[in-house]
């Protein structure tokens, strides 16, 4: 879009959504979710895949089992007929009864904390050949990282712990093929978790929500005198996991290598940035703790021009072109031309995949042939970084949806399906975006940027 059609006005806040409540995952998307698994591995001839957790890459083990191994470590066992091992610590032993699928559990206490008893301590070895790892011809190794590396075997790179690699390698024949599998579940045209049903888009819509509400209370409570940790706990909400280490920094960040919020209290003039991200979604925000451009710094007095007015034209335009069908190549290159890098520094991909983590890979980068699909989950995700001016940001969530899967969502989740009706109207009526079709707002602040903290009532429209 035009970048002179931006203006910066008084518009009405769109409307949050409290009091929604979580929507499980049903037995039969569990099951879906297993079958489109066996069915990546039938394709590449795996007769097993060995799925690594622990707190912060745990994904992909729950994408299955329902739960991560929080403290500790462990591994999912799945092989080609269906049949699923738990390699688990002490102190998730007890998940195994929990489990979506149906698991044989294994004990570990190597995968326990420092110094907690080692009874029943068994090699890993031991346990492997207990599921019969020695007779199997091709294993994948799962992590949580996907490597797309230009000059290595990507296959080769293994991203779990060593000890639980050598064990493996221990394991099985030397003429067994070990290969990093993680794109089974991730990868951009055909993993597994990359896209999402009705049941899931209801799941996770729950997360985006409820950080699009943290952020708008956040945005609200700003005034010269919080402090940071203050608007910290407007990021928190209903004791959820966060999925990004929050953010409430005010004026300089990274003090002392700090990424926390502190007891810092915030000033009229200063810069500011606040994050939030459950799972399902994340919301972000940076702008100036001021009214109107007229209190800009003096080395900020083109801000809006240079920085903030660019960036919401390129995410208004992410909005209207993106479509299912179209390539990441495509849509990187349509970011590429009405916000180039060279002036605007930016330099990771304009959006990406998100689900139980922030990040879960992306099918936006340069030249990628990978195509946008019903059901994806995406965050827009541009970062403009221009040399001497402060940033700005509006990161949010939305799915892509054909009519069928829109369909499903309305039969099946009639107040999730009004409030997505809703967020559509605000988006076309209020903002004046031409929304694409194709997608469905999960988070209630897409595209609300309020450049100037301070003037509640102002934010960017078409």
């Not at 801000?303 to 960036?311: N, S």
């Not at 699909?373 to 040399?387: A, F, R, T, Y």
Request: net charge negative.
């Amino acid at each position: 879009m035009d970048v002179n059609a931006v203006k910066l006005q008084a518009v009405a806040a769109p409307r949050g959504f409290s009091n929604v409540p979580p929507v499980p995952l049903s037995d039969t998307t569990i099951q879906a979710r297993k079958e489109k698994l066996l069915a990546g591995m039938r394709a590449e001839g795996f007769d097993a895949l060995i799925v690594y957790a622990d707190k912060e890459h745990g994904s992909n083990f729950e994408y299955l089992t329902g739960f991560i191994p929080r403290f500790e470590e462990g591994l999912l066992i799945l092989e080609k007929s269906g049949a699923a091992t738990a390699i688990l610590g002490n102190e998730n032993l007890k998940m195994a009864a929990h489990s979506r699928i149906p698991l044989t559990l294994r004990h570990s206490p190597y995968f326990s904390l420092p110094n907690q008893p080692m009874e029943h301590e068994k090699p890993l070895e031991a346990l492997f050949a207990e599921t019969g790892l020695q007779s199997m011809a091709k294993i994948g190794l799962v992590g949580w990282k996907m490597f797309t590396a230009a000059r290595a075997d990507n296959k080769q790179l293994f991203d779990l712990p060593a000890f639980i690699v050598d064990a493996i390698r221990n394991s099985v024949p030397d003429t067994a093929v070990l290969e990093n599998a993680a794109h089974l579940f991730i990868g951009g045209d055909s993993g597994a978790r990359i896209t999402n049903n009705a049941n899931e888009i209801a799941h996770y819509e729950y997360g985006a929500n409820l950080a699009s509400t943290c952020m708008l209370n956040a945005m609200n409570a700003v005034e010269p005198g919080i402090r940071e940790v203050e608007l910290g706990s407007y990021l928190a909400a209903e004791g959820q996991y966060n999925t990004v280490v929050t953010i409430a920094a005010a004026g300089q960040r990274f003090e002392n290598a700090n990424l926390y919020p502190t007891w810092k209290p915030i000033r009229r003039g200063q810069p500011l940035s606040m994050t939030t991200g459950f799972k399902g979604g994340l919301s972000s925000r940076t702008g100036f703790v001021i009214a109107d451009e007229s209190e800009l710094p003096d080395t900020q007095k083109a801000y809006l021009d240079r920085v903030a007015k660019p960036y919401f034209a390129a995410v208004v335009t992410w909005l209207e072109q993106c479509r299912i069908g179209m390539t990441g190549g495509e849509m990187y290159a349509l970011i590429e031309s009405v916000l180039p890098k060279e002036t605007y520094g930016w330099h990771l991909n304009p959006g990406h995949l998100s689900a139980d983590e922030e990040w879960m890979s992306s099918p936006i980068f340069a030249h990628s042939t990978q195509t946008l699909k019903s059901g994806m989950i995406l965050q827009i995700d541009i970062i403009p970084s221009v040399k001497g001016y402060t940033g700005t940001s509006a990161e949010e969530s939305v799915a892509l949806a054909d009519r069928a899967l829109q369909a499903d969502i309305a039969r099946a989740f009639p107040e999730l399906w009004t409030r997505i009706e809703t967020r559509k109207r605000y988006l076309k009526d209020v903002l004046n975006i031409a929304l694409s079709d194709d997608i469905i707002p999960l988070s209630g602040t897409v595209a609300y940027l309020r450049p100037f903290f301070l003037a509640k009532d102002h934010a960017f429209t078409c």
